[in-house]
């Protein structure tokens, strides 16, 4: 795009700049990526207000204007924030907003500020300002979330007011105090950066030998990272600089510890059979083949999430920094170290009908089929269920709450004797819906007021073992959904009359024989819903909820495990739900269970439909 000339989408107050230079206009206002209509070569640049945007507007490049001459401190600094804003790589036109030395030293990827709107700008007087070559500028608005230096999203709502200080350069307002990094608006933010999950390996600990699937479980790691910048580049560079703060201590690379790209890389991209190559820093040039192809698949699924599975990346080519091959993975052999294998491929839905049996149902029937084995028979006499991914086996807590039992999905079965026993004496303060994470373990939650806590069972009908909690300072437990890959658990958590979504991930210690367990660093991720009714794993690192906010009118919105609002439209959710289902595998239908019409189903391109008038406790496997 033009170096002669700039054009640029900015100022809230409508104002106009006049583009300066004598080369042809060569960028576009808002430029369509498919193409510009024909432009004149001179005249007015118009700013444009920084205003919410369609799905069209994600095509649009915007480029910074320089400052004017004379232009005066609150008129700069609106200048210097539009143009952080812009689709340069190195804000080489936001530097020209500071002093040299400012330039120099700032540096616009140490934090991302996102406040609810671009932010107000304000002169403030400065009563020891006696010569008038200085001046201060006051930035202010409603923080709603930070990005960090490693890219990771938090949530953080609070006032936000930041001094930026100016100096007289010569006869021009010059920035010498800029903010740390960027602050953006959050329609700004959403239109220049996308979220992108990382993968790593989860550490398994003591349930290494038990897990079902090995200690190949990829564990998604989301993070923000520019949408138009070179992002199969910034994507790996993400991947080799390791897992978020958050993360980290329950996941590992492959990598070894300083692994950089190559010198000299260039700008990475796939090639015309949708392979990718990726030359290493020397760290990495001894590794062993069998570490290597670990190192590919996290490379290759890191990257394919770019795409969204609408292209499948076909493979990845490690090399050395002579250029000579480390290993190559290819997309099929990738398949056995995917994130969905700990998921496995749900068949059906499942629920406790009117007579408190367990049934199901596929996506092509319409009426529920009690389950084989004497979960589905009658006078079975359930609460809720949980299936566990490979839907062999089910768990079911009683109808007054107090006992779990688990069973095969299979004819003669037999129900067995009670796995765990909760003395809290009524449904709400017994045990609450169990749930299977992808490795074989069968988690559950007992509410009992006077011994509150978490278990997890060993292949599902082993010992139970206590989970260490953290203090929730008052709060209960009231709901739990466990994440395939076993590293995070979702909670519904009550306290002082509100109930609120978090997240915790779970650390594993001790010894096979004596395994240690506990949920830590446990953070909200729905911070904007005062009350959360529901919540299921909808994807590696999304989830789906029902709440309120403020307003107390329910919604059903999709959420990432950052605590950031998904890249997805609400759902046009039924009235009253009370449970909702959905699948990590996002090609299934939401199945939900509401006050007024029983368990209803979304299946694509259809409205919600009802399957069961009576039905309660929707799930999938999981």
Sequence with gaps: MGADRADRHRSRSGARRRARGTGPLLACGVLLLSGCASMPDSGDVRRVDSSPRSDVDSQVRVYGVSPGKGEQPAELVSGFLEATTSDEENFATAKEYLTRGASKDWDPFAQTTVLEQAPDVRVETDPGDRDGNSKTVVLSGNRIATVDAAHAYRPDEERYEQRIHLTLRGSEWRIDGPPPGLVLGESDFQRIYRSVNKYYFAKLGPDAADSRVGDQVLVADPVYLRRR????????????????????????????????????????SLDDSNSLKVRLSDQAAQISPGRCARMAAQTLFTVQDLWEGSDEVSGVRLERQSGSELCALSGDAARAYAPDQVIGRPQHQYFVDAQHRMVRLSDDEDKPRPVPGPFGADGAGLGTVAVSRDERDAAAVSEDGRSLYV?????????????????????EHGLTAPSWDGLGGLWVADRDPQRPRLLRLRGGTGQADEVELPTLDGGRITALRMSADGTRIAMLVKQDGHTTLRLGRIERRGTADRPKLSVRALHAIAPKLQDVDTASWAGDSRLVVAGRESDGVQQLKYVETDGSPADLPEVPGPNGVETVAASEDQTRPLIAETRENGIVRLLPNTDWKTVDEDGSGPVYPG
């Design 229 to 268: 910048i070179n992002p199969v580049t910034s994507t790996v560079k993400a991947l080799l600089d390791g897992p978020t703060d958050w993360l980290d201590p329950v996941v590992s690379t492959a990598f070894p510890a300083g692994t950089a790209l190559g010198r000299n890389t260039g700008k990475l």
């Design 407 to 427: 069973t095969e999905l299979a004819s003669g079965a037999e129900r067995g004797r009670v796995r765990v026993h909760s003395q809290g004496g009524s449904p």
